[in-house]
């Protein structure tokens, strides 16, 4: 991770963060345009950017990258302390640490609530909506060993998703009700099938 002098940074700057599973762009174009339009100059501390959109939008802008997931609670502290406004796309779990961080500082923050579809492994007592399995509607028809390896049985269901689940209207339809849900399955954390439904349904538009 760079290290930043605040002093050297005679500019807004901004922490962007959103969630790993996040993949709406067009929500997102929006909602940071909006925010970064006010200011004349800004600077980027980019957080978590799995989708590439903080870079395919300000690539120019971005004077830090950083992984949430690999650094500590006094790394938070130092890089809120840094930033002089935070942005921060929230869907109740991911990036918590740094919104406690931005309030306890009084930091200029902006909360854009989401709801993200996420896929949980039941057997490890996880809360979860709707279970996904094999003899549910969106369990994945294809077995691993019988049908593949991991990998691909899951490749198998993305194209039985792609062109069965989601060329049927009223199943097209009814997937709609999962948005937003805890997805019960036996996989996690290891790769699923769930995550092919988790991604689409994170990519919807409103």
């Given at each position: 991770?760079?290290?930043?002098?605040?002093?050297?940074?005679?500019?807004?700057?901004?922490?962007?963060?959103?969630?790993?599973?996040?993949?709406?762009?067009?929500?997102?174009?929006?909602?940071?345009?909006?925010?970064?339009?006010?200011?004349?100059?800004?600077?980027?501390?980019?957080?978590?950017?799995?989708?590439?959109?903080?870079?395919?939008?300000?690539?120019?802008?971005?004077?830090?990258?950083?992984?949430?997931?690999?650094?500590?609670?006094?790394?938070?502290?130092?890089?809120?302390?840094?930033?002089?406004?935070?942005?921060?796309?929230?869907?109740?779990?991911?990036?918590?640490?740094?919104?406690?961080?931005?309030?306890?500082?009084?930091?200029?923050?902006?909360?854009?609530?989401?709801?993200?579809?996420?896929?949980?492994?039941?057997?490890?007592?996880?809360?979860?909506?709707?279970?996904?399995?094999?003899?549910?509607?969106?369990?994945?028809?294809?077995?691993?060993?019988?049908?593949?390896?991991r990998e691909e049985v899951i490749a198998k269901y993305r194209t039985h998703f792609y062109e069965t689940?989601?060329?049927?209207?009223?199943?097209?339809k009814a997937l709609l009700s999962l948005k937003g849900k805890k997805l019960g399955c036996h996989c996690?954390?290891?790769?699923?099938?769930?995550?092919?439904?988790?991604?689409?349904?994170?990519?919807?538009?409103?």
């Amino acid at each position: 991770m760079v290290d930043l002098d605040i002093f050297q940074i005679q500019e807004n700057l901004v922490l962007l963060a959103y969630p790993s599973n996040f993949g709406r762009e067009y929500k997102f174009k929006a909602e940071t345009e909006k925010f970064l339009n006010a200011f004349k100059d800004f600077l980027l501390i980019s957080v978590d950017d799995s989708k590439d959109f903080i870079k395919g939008y300000y690539k120019d802008h971005i004077v830090q990258k950083v992984n949430a997931f690999d650094i500590s609670d006094k790394e938070v502290i130092k890089l809120v302390d840094q930033a002089t406004h935070l942005l921060i796309f929230w869907d109740g779990t991911e990036h918590t640490k740094f919104i406690y961080q931005a309030i306890a500082r009084n930091k200029p923050l902006k909360l854009i609530p989401i709801e993200t579809t996420k896929v949980v492994n039941r057997n490890l007592e996880e809360d979860f909506d709707l279970y996904i399995g094999r003899k549910s509607p969106w369990g994945n028809p294809f077995i691993i060993d019988k049908d593949g390896n991991r990998e691909e049985v899951i490749a198998k269901y993305r194209t039985h998703f792609y062109e069965t689940i989601l060329k049927d209207e009223s199943k097209r339809k009814a997937l709609l009700s999962l948005k937003g849900k805890k997805l019960g399955c036996h996989c996690k954390p290891l790769a699923c099938h769930g995550d092919v439904i988790a991604e689409y349904l994170n990519s919807i538009e409103d």
